[in-house]
């Protein structure tokens, strides 16, 4: 199926003036998809445990959103919302039937149920209500519902029409007051933050405000896709609806949290982990929030909206930041600390507005680092928390980390992370006839370009991360620009490029870091070869960090595995016991039937620096023509480095492993040969690692 980017670019050309477009243009969701080992790491993850958890999870196949459903685990009402906006894309990216059929399901039971005053979803309408209905989880359907209509368009019609539905009412309540306030309950503090989402579906919170933006902007380009094939006659996607989907977002912008001037300032934002907890402190409420000013610029021009979104990049990735490209938030921000530990979708919007090329690096940083490090290689289980020593301790032995489902939202949502990744891996630019691989990776292009709708197949066969070349086949029915995102570590002068198999060229990068190819021919072979240099960074206590391209290094620590009855989170569980005493016995156990507890007990000494002048390199991604099924087992990474090591004094606090000892350390023991990982093929591992005096 070919979707055009004209219609993208419609968006621009007609959209009211005060809307500014973004600096490149995204393609609809199916347009993209994962190839090589990334195809199959969406179909583990589909395999996986985000793949079933329609099929047994308590919070989603037992959701009051669903046909026969009656539980949610909180106030929140957001489990199968949250499943829904991840499920989407994946489903469509590998058209996979079963999934196909599980959206659809869920499509087809929101629609025909919504309200006659255009509500979506479950608590009808109650007439002097004291606590009114929460806005919040509709902006997770909207985003869902957006990508279902871009990938399949019969069903834009009834999708459109619906959301419109919605937006009116939103306006409405938003305009009247009846939005509810924090103080109503911990659910509206979270909608009070969290507006900027209905940017991309069509609506907004207070203190998840932010995502109402998100929905907004996201559902102009739906009507604009629409508009591009049906007669506005017919009722018209957008006919008297821009201005109230404007009016919409500057109104959430207005009544929600400003975390442009409340929170992202030198003078607020905490340098340290935090002791006092707020929904300002949360990781999540920060990661969501990254992009509020970058989605408000678009609307209101404000170049200072723009300046406080790279502010506030500085401020949360220098002062919590980690080299896995991620901030450290054990639930709330932790400060520099490595013993404690959203951000692809917001980088990635933030990257399309503005385009600066640190922040599509980590993109590929968090996507190639902190998030599968987060998640076995199987995608069976995962975890909560990812901390670069990644040790807790238990009496004088050091480390388990338990790879459990028990927090329900983690759960409901991880899955998004890798679908949303691939779906921005491609860009076009204003015009719509200059095509950007952006975020580097396997992957395909299917869709047209530009006002003569150019119809252009690309497809990327690479090891990247695992390896450094790229090599693009590519056919075209007409001329056009191709270009490639050039991470910043590979601006130099061993990074080439060779088109057709004519000449080995040096790269040459434009002002926006893109390696521009014109495209002349029906078919054209283009390889980039990207030189990945050796950087060792000093972090928390003069520990280093080690990273070559975008992969993050570790040392490994080997474990083995026990396991429990999957315990159910006791909050949550309290609260289906309070909200809905009548629910299911088989929501209530302690224990998931379904699920079990991974604890991972460490057999090999932890207490480890190194000398990284001794670091060695072995790279054998050249002799490499396929990764294994399982990218992100151990042993499956054709890169791996080894560096001269030895056990140093390193104590215990709370039960895990202290901060790093300062650094250079004195050896207690014998110098000994150490390997090095990617970080997230490790699920043990040491990603900040103390030094050793030189030997």
């Not at 790491?41 to 459903?69: K, M, P, T």
């Not at 079963?98 to 039971?109: A, G, I, M, N």
């Not at 050091?398 to 949303?420: D, F, G, L």
Request: proline content about 6%; glycine content about 6%; some cysteine.
């Amino acid at each position: 199926m070919h979707v055009s980017i004209l219609f993208i670019t419609n968006l621009v050309s007609n959209a009211l003036a005060a809307l500014l477009p973004p600096l490149y243009q995204r393609f609809p969701t199916g347009s993209i998809k994962p190839s090589g080992w990334a195809l199959d790491q969406a179909r583990i993850q589909a395999d996986g445990l985000a793949g079933h958890l329609r099929d047994f999870d308590s919070y989603v196949n037992g959701s009051i959103w669903v046909e026969n459903g009656s539980i949610e685990y909180s106030e929140m009402h957001e489990a199968a919302p949250y499943w829904f906006n991840g499920q989407v894309a994946l489903a469509f990216q590998l058209e996979d039937p079963r999934l196909l059929s599980q959206v659809r399901s869920f499509l087809d039971w929101t629609l025909l149920h919504q309200g006659t005053d255009g509500w979506i979803g479950p608590e009808a309408f109650v007439s002097n209500a004291t606590i009114p209905r929460l806005v919040w989880p509709r902006y997770l359907v909207l985003l869902g519902l957006i990508q279902y209509a871009e990938a399949d368009p019969s069903q834009r019609d009834r999708i459109v029409d619906a959301m419109h539905r919605f937006v009116a009412l939103a306006n409405e309540i938003w305009k009247t007051g009846q939005q509810g306030v924090p103080s109503m309950g911990f659910q509206f503090d979270y909608q009070y933050v969290r507006w900027e989402e209905v940017r991309r579906s069509p609506f907004l919170h207070r203190n998840r405000t932010h995502e109402v933006l998100v929905a907004g902007l996201r559902l102009r380009v739906v009507i604009r896709q629409c508009t591009a094939s049906y007669d506005l006659t017919r009722g018209g996607y957008d006919a008297g609806k821009e201005d109230l989907l404007l009016e919409t977002m500057h109104l959430v912008r207005n009544q929600g949290f400003s975390w442009k001037t409340s929170w992202y300032t030198d003078a607020t934002f905490p340098k340290d982990a935090v002791t006092s907890f707020t929904q300002q402190t949360h990781g999540v409420n920060n990661a969501e929030a990254l992009k509020s000013e970058a989605l408000a610029w678009r609307f209101t021009g404000d170049e200072t909206d723009k300046q406080n979104t790279f502010d506030r990049l500085n401020l949360v990735y220098g002062y919590h930041g980690r080299a896995s490209g991620t901030f450290a938030a054990d639930e709330h921000l932790a400060g520099l600390d490595p013993s404690r530990g959203e951000q692809i979708f917001s980088l990635a919007t933030i990257y399309q507005t503005f385009g600066n090329n640190s922040v599509a690096d980590r993109v590929e940083r968090l996507a190639y680092n902190a998030l599968p490090a987060g998640i076995m290689h199987d995608w069976l289980c995962k975890s909560h928390s990812i901390f670069p020593p990644e040790l807790v301790a238990e009496e004088t032995r050091s480390p388990p980390i338990r790879s459990r489902r028990n927090y329900p939202c983690c759960t409901v949502n991880h899955p998004q992370a890798y679908p949303k990744f691939w779906a921005h891996s491609f860009f076009a630019n204003q015009a719509g006839d200059t095509l950007i691989h952006a975020l580097l990776g396997p992957s395909t292009f299917s869709g047209t370009l530009g006002a003569s709708n150019n119809t252009v197949e690309v497809t990327v066969d690479s090891l990247y991360p695992f390896g450094s070349t790229l090599r693009y086949t590519i056919a075209s029915a007409k001329p056009f620009t191709f270009a490639v995102r050039i991470p910043d570590w590979a601006q130099n002068d061993q990074s080439t490029i060779l088109v057709n198999n004519k000449k080995v060229a040096a790269l040459t990068v434009d002002d926006e870091s893109l390696q521009l190819v014109k495209i002349t021919g029906e078919k054209t072979t283009i390889q980039v070869s990207l030189n990945a240099p050796l950087k060792v960074e000093n972090r928390y206590n003069g520990a280093v960090a080690i990273t070559r391209g975008a992969l993050n290094y570790a040392l490994e620590i080997s474990y083995n595995t026990t396991t429990a009855p999957g315990l159910r989170s006791v909050q949550a569980l309290n609260d289906v016991k309070r909200l809905y005493p009548n629910a299911p016995a088989e929501y209530l156990t302690p224990t998931d039937p379904h699920t079990e507890d991974n604890t991972l007990l460490p057999t090999s000494e932890w207490r480890v620096a190194i000398d990284p002048s001794t670091i060695l390199v072995h790279d054998n991604s050249r002799e490499t023509s396929k990764m294994p099924y399982y990218a992100w087992a151990p042993d499956s990474s054709p890169v791996t480095m080894t560096a001269l090591a030895c056990r140093i004094a390193w104590g215990l606090a709370s039960g895990t492993a202290s901060v790093p000892p300062v650094s250079p350390n004195q050896c207690v023991g014998p110098v000994f040969t150490t390997k090095l990982v990617p970080f997230a093929s490790a699920k043990l591992r040491l990603g900040e690692i103390p030094t050793m005096r030189a030997t």
